[in-house]
């Protein structure tokens, strides 16, 4: 049987900010309820020992959080959780208190990339507050993002990053030079289990832009697979609309809908290197993958 790296599951679609870089969802907004999520996690299991609360929405949004930490534990499923990070300091104890949550990514880029509802300073104390007590208490891997770095043909809201990393130094006790360090590499370990992580903005795939190309390489299907909230599986966590429908977990067996041709068309297509699927033809951060 295949197994995937990490299946990504949607428990809402629903956001609190509203990110330039996002591409916004036009599906109904739901929260996924208790039910809903045993059901995905049945199916799952057999698959992978670990899931991503993410998609598209903000995960920490949605009221059953803390039952979805457990259920996932009950399942012997490690949680890695992407957030914006203006939750955090309101779930704190659900995140450190879970025996699944192995990984916190928290996408500091999406603070300048909304209009201002928080004071950066005290975005950032939230943060790191969090950061602190969650890899020093439980040893929670803290991935900070800040993917909004210009590339040749998108400018990312940037213009802050620099009082980012000195707030970062400060919030963290770090005892050398993000700024200088980041002029050499673009990741970096800034103390145990916290990690920075710096990269271009890209754009997100758009069935209505112009095709990139076939030649693509992904690892959808391959190492990941994805659950929106309505129960329709994708082939990976950039499918943002559900364009690729694969089939709905809700209604057929995750096994039966990975031997679909449909499935079967696009794994062989990036086996090949080759992309069979017109949203695959247009994913900018497909190109990340020409580049390594």
Excluded at 138 to 159: H, M, Q, V
Excluded at 185 to 197: D, S
Excluded at 218 to 241: A, F
Aim: glycine share 4%; aromatic share 8%; net charge negative.
């Amino acid at each position: 049987m295949k197994r995937f790296k990490s299946v990504y599951i949607e428990i809402t679609n629903i956001c609190n900010l509203s990110c330039d870089f996002c591409p916004k969802t036009k599906r109904k907004y739901k929260f996924m309820d208790k039910d809903e999520f045993n059901h995905i996690i049945e199916e799952i299991k057999p698959f992978t020992n670990q899931i991503y609360f993410h998609l598209m929405g903000e995960p920490l949004l949605n009221e059953n959080i803390e039952y979805f930490l457990k259920e996932s534990a009950n399942n012997d499923l490690k949680v890695n959780l992407t957030t914006n990070g203006t939750l955090l300091n309101k779930n704190t104890d659900k995140l450190i208190n879970s025996d699944a949550l192995r990984q916190v990514n928290i996408s500091l880029h999406s603070f300048e990339a909304n209009e201002k509802t928080l004071e950066l300073e005290e975005y950032i104390k939230n943060v790191t507050e969090f950061v602190n007590k969650a890899s020093e208490d439980k040893d929670i891997i803290c991935s900070i993002r800040l993917w909004n770095i210009d590339n040749e043909d998108l400018k990312g809201a940037n213009g802050l990053n620099s009082d980012i990393l000195k707030m970062l130094e400060e919030n963290l006790g770090l005892d050398f030079s993000l700024g200088e360090k980041l002029q050499e590499v673009n990741k970096l370990k800034l103390k145990n289990k916290v990690y920075l992580n710096m990269a271009e903005k890209f754009e997100w795939p758009d069935i209505e832009i112009a095709s990139i190309g076939e030649d693509v390489f992904c690892h959808g299907l391959r190492n990941q697979m994805g659950v929106l909230v309505d129960g329709t599986v994708v082939p990976c966590c950039l499918d943002s609309e559900g364009n690729i429908s694969l089939g709905n977990i809700f209604k057929k067996s995750l096994k039966d809908i990975l031997k679909v041709k449909r499935s079967t068309d696009i794994y062989d297509g990036f086996s090949r290197r080759k992309a069979v699927e017109d949203l695959c033809k247009k994913c900018g951060y497909a190109t990340r993958f020409k580049k390594s």
